[in-house]
T-cell receptor, first 113, second 117 residues
Framework: GENVEQHPSTLSVQEGDSAVIKCTYSDSASNYFPWYKQELGKRPQLIIDIRSNVGEKKDQRIAVTLNKTAKHFSLHITETQPEDSAVYFCAASIKGSNYKLTFGKGTLLTVNP | GAVVSQHPSRVICKSGTSVKIECRSLDFQATTMFWYRQFPKQSLMLMATSNEGSKATYEQGVEKDKFLINHASLTLSTLTVTSAHPEDSSFYIC?????????????FGAGSRLTVL
């Protein structure tokens, strides 16, 4: 089955700096890569996603890049704010798997004021 | 946008009893829902895929007789933890996909924190 590795497990940045979280996946058949933000005790919220036919996608301060050849994708957050502090999960879904997501282990991002 | 309601949000039960958790898609139909378990400071572990009108598909290592899943309608899936024990204490989260949407996007419920005494 699919295996998703996520790094780093924790990340601390100063407000205004950029944050980058990286994930790799094992199954080349994966074609959908969402990123979720989960605040303590709350539900995961989709913040951005990318499909395998696209190399980069941006939404205001958030961007995701995908390298299909290397089988890795990254989340980039610019101009970080304290409210960006949360756990971020990457995930991958294989076409034809009934949309089942395999999650990375998560990254605890702390943005220090 | 798509909304998934999950109840109860918190439940405390005695060891040996059964607990039912409901997951409802409020404004869309979902032929497929997913149930996850999340331990503190850990990732979401997929337990099973709930399929409307048919048996659930369980992930390796998940006891189907322990975690009963029923998906009787296009808007409701239930997870029943049978004969609960303290080690079953965890955060259980469901997610659902809009059947009429061509997208893979999943919407999550708010989760249910189960504490077994």
């Amino acid at each position: 089955g699919e295996n998703v590795e996520q790094h780093p497990s924790t990340l601390s940045v100063q407000e205004g700096d950029s944050a980058v979280i990286k994930c790799t996946y094992s199954d080349s058949a994966s074609n959908y890569f969402p990123w979720y933000k989960q605040e303590l005790g709350k539900r995961p919220q989709l913040i951005i996603d990318i499909r395998s036919n696209v190399g980069e996608k941006k939404d205001q301060r958030i961007a995701v890049t995908l390298n299909k050849t290397a089988k890795h994708f990254s989340l980039h957050i610019t101009e970080t704010q304290p409210e960006d502090s949360a756990v971020y999960f990457c995930a991958a879904s294989i076409k034809g798997s009934n949309y089942k997501l395999t999650f990375g282990k998560g990254t605890l991002l702390t943005v220090n004021p | 946008g798509a909304v998934v309601s999950q109840h109860p949000s918190r439940v405390i039960c005695k060891s040996g009893t059964s607990v039912k958790i409901e997951c409802r898609s409020l404004d869309f139909q979902a032929t497929t829902m997913f149930w996850y378990r999340q331990f503190p400071k850990q990732s979401l572990m997929l337990m099973a895929t709930s399929n409307e009108g048919s048996k659930a598909t369980y992930e390796q290592g998940v006891e189907k007789d322990k975690f009963l899943i029923n998906h009787a309608s296009l808007t409701l899936s239930t997870l029943t933890v049978t004969s609960a024990h303290p080690e079953d204490s965890s955060f259980y989260i469901c997610s659902a996909r809009d059947s009429h949407s061509g997208a893979n996007v999943l919407t999550f419920g708010a989760g249910s924190r189960l504490t077994v005494l």
